[in-house]
């Protein structure tokens, strides 16, 4: 998937992934897509469940062995 | 979108507790929620200066105030401290999975916006003064007005 901005959260435990996400998409416009590199499984959840919260868009997860790549797009804001 | 708050009451002055309470608040900042903390009894711990208190004080509190010292960087496990060496150990550990430290913890959380409350009570029976806690306490207050943030939220929490 494209994504206009891309993070790398490999190593970081809850909270960090969420923390850095809401951090990153503070300084995107609405409608750009950011892609979160991570490895704690517990981001296949709570993103969409962060996503769902703030009024941004979960567009879904592509995975391979260690690493989790998750999407999401700036909401109207 | 209405804003979600969220209210921690943190009585705890325990290292896990702490960390615990602030990865909530952390996390919930990051949700877009409104997020106070309410510091009290033990917990009041977590947001002093950590220096020894120059308030007036009792033999007794002045006592609680050397065996109890405060201070971020001085708490510890509430199970398996051994003397400190389960704290040091779990610290180590916690730097090894890039878990910020209770004392980033607390920085983060000001950065996005995490009020800190002190209560005046618990303050006035150990003694301590508004002089004693870090420059981020937001205000000093009683139960009223824990009672009234938690009346407003969705999620309150006592740790």
């Known amino acids: ?77 | 979108m209405t804003e979600d708050a969220m209210t921690l009451i943190v009585f705890s002055g325990d290292l896990d507790k702490a960390l615990a309470a602030f990865n909530l608040a952390n996390t919930g900042a990051s949700m877009g929620m409104r997020v106070n903390m309410f510091f009290t009894f033990w917990g009041l711990a977590v947001i002093e200066k950590g220096g020894l208190s120059r308030g007036e004080k009792s033999p007794m509190q002045w006592l609680m105030g050397v065996m109890n010292r405060g201070g971020a960087s001085r708490r510890k496990l509430s199970r398996m401290n051994m003397m400190g060496a389960g704290t040091k150990t779990m610290k180590s550990l916690m730097k090894r999975y890039r878990m910020p430290s209770l004392e980033e913890s607390i920085t983060l959380a000001r950065e996005q916006g995490v009020r800190f409350l002190a209560c005046t009570t618990s303050m006035a029976i150990m003694g301590l003064e508004k002089g004693d806690f870090i420059d981020e306490v937001d205000d000093f207050v009683g139960a009223a007005t824990y009672l009234s943030l938690a009346g407003d939220g969705k999620v309150n929490l006592f740790i």
Do not use: H
């Open chain 1, 1 to 77: 998937m494209e994504a206009d901005r891309k993070i790398d959260c490999v190593g970081f435990y809850c909270p960090m992934p969420i923390v850095k996400t809401a951090q990153a998409m503070k300084e995107m416009e609405p409608g750009q897509v950011l892609e979160v590199l991570a490895d704690d499984e517990g981001i296949r959840s709570d993103m969409p469940a962060w996503a769902n919260k703030t009024g941004n868009e979960f567009l879904g997860v592509e995975e391979e062995p260690g690493e989790i790549r998750v999407y999401v797009r700036k909401g109207p804001g």
